[in-house]
Nanobody, 125 residues
Framework: QVQLVESGGGLVQAGGSLRLSCAASGRTFSGYTMGWLRQAPGKEREFVAAIRWSDGATFYDDSAKGRFTISRDNTKNTFYLQMNSLKPEDTAVYYC??????????????????WGQGTQVTVSS
Protein backbone atom coordinates (compact mmCIF):
# COMPACT_ATOMS: atom_id res chain seq x y z
CA GLN A 1 0.00 0.00 0.00
CA VAL A 2 1.20 3.48 -0.86
CA GLN A 3 0.33 6.57 1.12
CA LEU A 4 0.56 10.03 -0.39
CA VAL A 5 0.26 13.18 1.71
CA GLU A 6 0.13 16.59 0.05
CA SER A 7 0.87 19.99 1.46
CA GLY A 8 1.46 23.52 0.25
CA GLY A 9 -1.79 24.70 -1.26
CA GLY A 10 -3.33 28.08 -0.49
CA LEU A 11 -4.49 31.42 -1.79
CA VAL A 12 -2.22 33.49 -4.01
CA GLN A 13 -2.61 36.45 -6.30
CA ALA A 14 -2.24 36.11 -10.04
CA GLY A 15 1.43 36.11 -10.98
CA GLY A 16 2.44 34.60 -7.67
CA SER A 17 4.02 31.26 -6.82
CA LEU A 18 3.28 28.20 -4.72
CA ARG A 19 5.12 24.96 -4.11
CA LEU A 20 3.19 21.77 -3.52
CA SER A 21 4.78 18.78 -1.80
CA CYS A 22 3.78 15.14 -1.80
CA ALA A 23 5.33 12.79 0.74
CA ALA A 24 5.14 9.15 -0.31
CA SER A 25 5.46 6.13 1.93
CA GLY A 26 4.78 2.42 1.97
CA ARG A 27 6.90 1.08 -0.90
CA THR A 28 10.01 1.67 -2.91
CA PHE A 29 9.12 3.79 -5.89
CA SER A 30 11.87 3.08 -8.36
CA GLY A 31 9.47 1.79 -11.02
CA TYR A 32 6.74 4.32 -10.47
CA THR A 33 5.65 7.45 -12.23
CA MET A 34 4.46 10.18 -9.89
CA GLY A 35 2.06 12.80 -11.09
CA TRP A 36 0.23 15.97 -10.24
CA LEU A 37 -3.32 16.30 -11.49
CA ARG A 38 -5.98 18.89 -10.76
CA GLN A 39 -9.72 19.28 -10.77
CA ALA A 40 -11.54 22.57 -11.03
CA PRO A 41 -15.21 22.91 -10.05
CA GLY A 42 -17.48 21.43 -12.67
CA LYS A 43 -14.59 20.03 -14.68
CA GLU A 44 -12.96 16.65 -15.06
CA ARG A 45 -9.69 15.82 -13.38
CA GLU A 46 -6.78 16.70 -15.66
CA PHE A 47 -3.10 15.99 -15.92
CA VAL A 48 -0.59 18.69 -14.97
CA ALA A 49 2.86 17.10 -14.69
CA ALA A 50 4.59 13.80 -14.00
CA ILE A 51 8.03 12.50 -13.12
CA ARG A 52 9.47 9.04 -13.62
CA TRP A 53 11.04 8.07 -10.34
CA SER A 54 13.78 5.88 -11.82
CA ASP A 55 15.50 8.47 -13.98
CA GLY A 56 13.79 11.76 -13.20
CA ALA A 57 12.29 12.20 -16.67
CA THR A 58 9.56 14.84 -16.57
CA PHE A 59 6.38 15.37 -18.54
CA TYR A 60 4.09 18.40 -18.65
CA ASP A 61 0.73 19.41 -19.95
CA ASP A 62 0.96 22.35 -22.34
CA SER A 63 -0.78 24.56 -19.76
CA ALA A 64 2.07 23.91 -17.31
CA LYS A 65 5.09 24.12 -19.58
CA GLY A 66 7.35 27.04 -18.79
CA ARG A 67 5.53 27.88 -15.56
CA PHE A 68 5.49 24.71 -13.46
CA THR A 69 8.37 22.43 -12.50
CA ILE A 70 8.03 18.93 -11.09
CA SER A 71 10.94 17.49 -9.12
CA ARG A 72 11.72 14.79 -6.62
CA ASP A 73 13.93 14.18 -3.63
CA ASN A 74 14.81 10.49 -3.47
CA THR A 75 16.22 10.78 0.03
CA LYS A 76 12.90 12.05 1.37
CA ASN A 77 10.56 10.06 -0.90
CA THR A 78 8.94 13.38 -1.69
CA PHE A 79 8.09 15.08 -4.94
CA TYR A 80 7.17 18.65 -5.62
CA LEU A 81 5.33 20.95 -7.97
CA GLN A 82 6.77 24.44 -8.15
CA MET A 83 4.16 26.71 -9.70
CA ASN A 84 5.14 30.15 -10.93
CA SER A 85 3.25 32.85 -12.82
CA LEU A 86 -0.01 31.48 -11.52
CA LYS A 87 -3.23 32.39 -13.29
CA PRO A 88 -6.84 32.39 -12.06
CA GLU A 89 -7.51 29.43 -14.38
CA ASP A 90 -5.01 27.39 -12.33
CA THR A 91 -7.51 27.43 -9.47
CA ALA A 92 -8.35 23.83 -8.60
CA VAL A 93 -7.86 21.04 -6.12
CA TYR A 94 -4.45 19.56 -6.84
CA TYR A 95 -3.81 15.87 -6.30
CA CYS A 96 -0.61 13.94 -6.25
CA UNK A 97 -0.80 10.39 -7.52
CA UNK A 98 1.30 7.30 -8.15
CA UNK A 99 1.26 5.11 -11.25
CA UNK A 100 2.65 1.72 -10.29
CA UNK A 101 3.04 0.21 -13.74
CA UNK A 102 4.47 3.27 -15.56
CA UNK A 103 3.33 2.13 -19.00
CA UNK A 104 3.76 5.68 -20.17
CA UNK A 105 0.16 6.90 -20.21
CA UNK A 106 0.94 9.48 -17.55
CA UNK A 107 -1.59 12.00 -18.92
CA UNK A 108 -4.51 9.70 -18.16
CA UNK A 109 -5.99 10.08 -14.67
CA UNK A 110 -7.22 6.48 -14.76
CA UNK A 111 -3.63 5.24 -15.02
CA UNK A 112 -2.88 6.28 -11.45
CA UNK A 113 -3.29 3.73 -8.70
CA UNK A 114 -2.85 5.78 -5.55
CA TRP A 115 -3.98 9.31 -4.75
CA GLY A 116 -3.39 11.92 -2.13
CA GLN A 117 -6.21 13.70 -0.39
CA GLY A 118 -5.97 16.84 -2.50
CA THR A 119 -4.97 20.40 -1.67
CA GLN A 120 -6.79 23.55 -2.73
CA VAL A 121 -5.00 26.13 -4.84
CA THR A 122 -6.85 29.39 -5.38
CA VAL A 123 -5.47 32.13 -7.59
CA SER A 124 -7.17 35.50 -7.30
CA SER A 125 -7.21 38.02 -10.13
Amino acid sequence: QVQLVESGGGLVQAGGSLRLSCAASGRTFSGYTMGWLRQAPGKEREFVAAIRWSDGATFYDDSAKGRFTISRDNTKNTFYLQMNSLKPEDTAVYYCAADVDSYGFYWRPDEYDYWGQGTQVTVSS
